[in-house]
């Protein structure tokens, strides 16, 4: 496959009208000389929203099973990219190839799970109620629900995970999963590995003669574009991975519509570490060797990545924080992403250091390159937190705080007080277990997945798993953006009263032609054979 630095818009292959793009190595920040892209005009956006409105109706009405063999083929045909695929995310990214190649498998198992959900049928939720013709004093109407798409979704890869958080990411999964079309805003940080992808699903889409709008990739740098995509009257729901202020914006921006739509955004988080006085006394340096790895792990650059840890002062935080430095002291420093998140890491680096009241634990390896980050690990206290909340920003990249609490109620304290988070990590020793209630009944409410001596880094792809969690976090606690039932933030329950059976979603239907899992007057029924 030869990369053109095309738009894919629909079933066709379109040189932007804008400015001149080129990929960037960031191990030399040098541009990459093929191929140039340009950006998308706003024309182009347009169309591809365009078509996207136009698919929708033919391609939620697709068959479940025609769905399910079209997430199979993109999976098929990642796989088939090879080397090409890895080695040039491996250019625009620095990631290692190992990783990529383990986020490639990952990448090409969400979409076969939303091939399973679909083939399932459950994610259509069909609930039967039958008429009670002879009720008194009321009869009751045949009453029946299923779940439909949304509409065409915009989604925003991320710039973390060039392959399984972008063009074929989650997001883009679900949504297709659910029956809605969708148009991709590229990352600028892994623009060829998008096209590479993108054009997978197009090919794809056009094999098995899918309606030209079911996917489109859209380039473009600057604000503009997603602004564009997000305001767009044809996008019914947005799926974005990244910063804060992005993920306000767009928010804002899709609040602002006449009809304003769902942004389920996952944004930031610090995952909090409680390291519990039995667990800190058992193994304060296995802890403290396993949560070094975590934090720099892909240089730090995780959602997930752990950000803070609090533990009660005293001999056995010592031995933790002097294993943990020392450990951390051997960690090279690793090229990041982009310029742009080298300059977010370093600017939070400053605003932490700046504080009086943090003392630096250790560093890692010096950096050698403009972009690479160098692990940090801090230290201050539960009340000079609870006096600065700038010391529970977000740093993205492989740096940490550590609180020294002076007792467990402290802690606790901590765990009422913070923001919504991706994760919460406990770690503890069967002594532990009556402060771990309390913590785990404070951090329930905050966080989407609560882990227990363990570390939060690696989100599992499964029927149980949650990445979500209260704002800012996500946008919307209700919903995960990995897993399964990230499926239902594209669809849509819809109640039908007393409809002829032919004018019935198939799902819905007398004889259950799907033959799927049904709630049928209260009881669930299996499918047959
Ligand atoms: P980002 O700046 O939020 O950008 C993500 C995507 O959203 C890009 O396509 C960007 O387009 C678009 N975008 C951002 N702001 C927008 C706005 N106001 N209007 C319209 N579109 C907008 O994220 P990033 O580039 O991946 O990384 C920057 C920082 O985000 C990092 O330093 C880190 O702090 C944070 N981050 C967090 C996570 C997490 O999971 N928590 C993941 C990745 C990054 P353009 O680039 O074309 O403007």
Same mark, same amino acid.
């Given at each position: 496959?030869?990369?053109?630095?095309?738009?894919?818009?629909?079933?066709?292959?379109?040189?932007?009208?804008?400015?001149?793009?080129?990929?960037?190595?960031?191990?030399?920040?040098?541009?990459?000389?093929?191929?140039?892209?340009?950006?998308?005009?706003?024309?182009?956006?347009?169309?591809?929203?365009?078509?996207?409105?136009?698919?929708?109706?033919?391609?939620?009405?697709?068959?479940?099973?025609?769905?399910? $063999?079209?997430?199979?083929?993109?999976?098929?045909?990642?796989?088939?990219?090879?080397?090409?695929?890895?080695?040039? /995310?491996?250019?625009?990214?620095?990631?290692?190839?190992?990783?990529?190649?383990?986020?490639?498998? $990952?990448?090409?198992?969400?979409?076969?799970?939303?091939?399973?959900?679909?083939?399932?049928?459950?994610?259509?939720?069909?609930?039967?109620?039958?008429?009670?013709?002879?009720?008194?004093?009321?009869?009751?109407?045949?009453?029946?629900?299923?779940?439909? /798409?949304?509409?065409?979704?915009?989604?925003?890869?991320?710039?973390?995970?060039?392959?399984?958080?972008?063009?074929?990411?989650?997001?883009?999964?679900?949504?297709?999963?659910?029956?809605?079309?969708?148009?991709?805003?590229?990352?600028?940080?892994?623009?060829?590995?998008?096209?590479?992808?993108?054009?997978?699903?197009?090919?794809?889409?056009? $094999?098995?003669?899918?309606?030209?709008?079911?996917?489109?990739?859209?380039?473009?740098?600057?604000?503009?574009?997603?602004?564009?995509?997000?305001?767009?009257?044809?996008?019914?729901?947005?799926?974005?991975?990244?910063?804060?202020?992005?993920?306000?914006?767009?928010? $804002?921006?899709?609040?602002?519509?006449?009809?304003?739509?769902?942004?389920?955004?996952?944004?930031?988080?610090?995952?909090?570490?409680?390291?519990?006085?039995?667990?800190?006394?058992?193994?304060?340096?296995?802890?403290?060797?396993?949560?070094?790895?975590?934090?720099?792990?892909?240089?730090?650059?995780?959602?997930?990545?752990?950000?803070?840890?609090?533990?009660?002062?005293?001999?056995?935080?010592?031995?933790?924080?002097?294993?943990?430095?020392?450990?951390?002291?051997?960690?090279?420093?690793?090229?990041?992403?982009?310029?742009?998140?080298?300059?977010?890491?370093?600017?939070?680096?400053?605003?932490?250091?700046?504080?009086?009241?943090?003392?630096?634990?250790?560093?890692?390896?010096?950096?050698?390159?403009?972009?690479?980050?160098?692990?940090?690990?801090?230290?201050?206290?539960?009340?000079?937190?609870?006096?600065?909340?700038?010391?529970?920003?977000?740093?993205?990249?492989?740096?940490?705080?550590?609180?020294?609490?002076?007792?467990?109620?402290?802690?606790?304290?901590?765990?009422?007080?913070?923001?919504?988070?991706?994760?919460?990590?406990?770690?503890?020793?069967?002594?532990?277990?009556?402060?771990?209630?309390?913590?785990?009944? /404070?951090?329930?409410?905050?966080?989407?997945?609560?882990?227990?001596?363990?570390?939060?880094?690696?989100?599992?792809?499964?029927?149980?798993?949650?990445?979500?969690?209260?704002?800012?976090?996500?946008?919307?606690?209700?919903?995960?953006?990995?897993?399964?039932?990230?499926?239902?933030?594209?669809?849509?329950?819809?109640?039908?009263?007393?409809?002829?059976?032919?004018?019935?979603?198939?799902?819905?239907?007398?004889?259950?032609?799907?033959?799927?899992?049904?709630?049928?007057?209260?009881?669930?029924?299996?499918?047959?054979?």
């Amino acid at each position: 496959m030869q990369l053109t630095g095309e738009q894919l818009i629909g079933h066709q292959a379109v040189r932007g009208e804008g400015r001149e793009l080129l990929a960037i190595n960031p191990h030399d920040q040098q541009p990459i000389p093929s191929p140039v892209f340009n950006c998308a005009s706003a024309a182009l956006v347009n169309e591809a929203c365009v078509l996207a409105e136009q698919a929708f109706d033919s391609f939620r009405s697709v068959a479940p099973e025609l769905r399910a $063999r079209f997430l199979e083929e993109i999976a098929e045909g990642i796989v088939g990219l090879g080397p090409l695929l890895t080695e040039r /995310a491996h250019l625009e990214t620095g990631l290692p190839m190992a990783r990529l190649e383990g986020e490639r498998g $990952r990448t090409v198992g969400q979409l076969r799970l939303f091939a399973s959900v679909l083939r399932q049928g459950r994610w259509q939720d069909a609930t039967l109620d039958s008429a009670l013709p002879d009720r008194q004093p009321l009869p009751r109407p045949d009453l029946r629900m299923c779940k439909i /798409a949304l509409g065409p979704v915009a989604v925003f890869g991320a710039s973390n995970f060039p392959l399984a958080f972008s063009v074929a990411g989650g997001d883009t999964a679900s949504a297709l999963a659910a029956g809605c079309p969708v148009v991709v805003k590229a990352h600028r940080a892994h623009l060829g590995t998008s096209e590479l992808v993108g054009r997978v699903i197009q090919e794809a889409s056009k $094999r098995l003669e899918l309606p030209e709008g079911t996917f489109s990739l859209i380039v473009g740098d600057g604000n503009d574009v997603g602004q564009q995509l997000v305001s767009h009257p044809a996008i019914k729901a947005v799926g974005f991975t990244g910063s804060r202020s992005g993920g306000l914006a767009l928010m $804002r921006a899709a609040a602002a519509r006449p009809e304003p739509i769902p942004v389920y955004a996952e944004m930031s988080s610090i995952n909090p570490v409680f390291l519990l006085p039995g667990a800190l006394s058992a193994r304060a340096k296995s802890i403290a060797t396993g949560f070094i790895d975590a934090l720099v792990m892909g240089a730090g650059q995780f959602c997930t990545n752990p950000g803070i840890v609090l533990a009660v002062d005293g001999p056995d935080l010592e031995a933790f924080l002097d294993k943990a430095g020392a450990h951390l002291g051997d960690k090279a420093a690793q090229t990041m992403l982009t310029p742009g998140i080298h300059s977010a890491y370093s600017q939070g680096i400053d605003r932490i250091t700046s504080q009086p009241c943090v003392q630096a634990v250790a560093s890692g390896q010096p950096d050698l390159g403009a972009t690479q980050a160098q692990g940090h690990l801090y230290q201050t206290t539960f009340e000079s937190v609870a006096a600065n909340a700038q010391l529970l920003e977000e740093v993205f990249g492989p740096a940490a705080i550590v609180i020294r609490c002076q007792n467990v109620n402290e802690m606790l304290a901590f765990a009422k007080s913070i923001e919504g988070q991706l994760t919460a990590t406990l770690h503890l020793e069967d002594e532990d277990l009556g402060i771990a209630q309390g913590l785990v009944q /404070a951090m329930e409410k905050k966080a989407g997945r609560v882990l227990v001596n363990g570390f939060p880094t690696g989100v599992e792809v499964c029927d149980s798993m949650v990445h979500g969690g209260a704002f800012p976090a996500t946008s919307d606690s209700r919903t995960t953006s990995v897993g399964s039932t990230a499926i239902d933030r594209f669809l849509r329950p819809v109640c039908y009263q007393n409809l002829p059976n032919v004018l019935l979603p198939e799902a819905l239907k007398q004889n259950n032609p799907l033959n799927i899992w049904r709630l049928v007057d209260g009881k669930t029924t299996a499918p047959k054979g």
